[in-house]
């Protein structure tokens, strides 16, 4: 079982940054592959970027390449998410996934999510 919990929301004025973590316990979190997804009011819940175990491969949904990054520390047991250039459009209260292998094709585990306003 894996417990994972969001941090580092909150609003933002466009052109900003914040870096969201997300913290995890109760397994050996450098097996599992990561993800973070995002939902904005009554829209149904997206892929925003995921990761594998070791770092080494990543990906993104076309809408954040080149301004979000993520990122894990296997020895703080957390993956982050750093947003750089946000757009009003990247509102949504965000989530992390994790999921049992090395790399992603569905999710086991969510957290409760973090929210993230970005003002114009």
């Known amino acids: 079982q894996v417990q994972l919990l969001e941090s580092g929301g909150g609003l933002v004025q466009a052109g900003g940054s914040l870096r969201l973590s997300c913290a995890a316990s109760?397994?050996?979190?450098?097996?599992?592959?990561m993800g973070w997804f995002r939902q904005a009011p009554g829209k149904e819940r997206e892929f925003v970027a995921a990761?594998?175990?070791?770092?080494?491969?990543?990906s993104y949904i076309d809408s954040v390449k080149g301004r979000f990054t993520i990122s894990r520390d296997n020895a703080k047991n957390t993956v982050y998410l750093q947003m750089n250039s946000l757009k009003p459009e990247d509102t949504a209260v965000y989530y992390c996934a994790a999921c049992n292998s090395r790399w992603c094709n569905g999710y086991d585990y969510w957290g409760q999510g973090t929210q993230v306003t970005v003002s114009s």
């Open positions: 990761i594998n175990w070791s770092g080494s491969y990543r």
């Open positions: 109760g397994s050996t979190f450098s097996a599992f592959g």
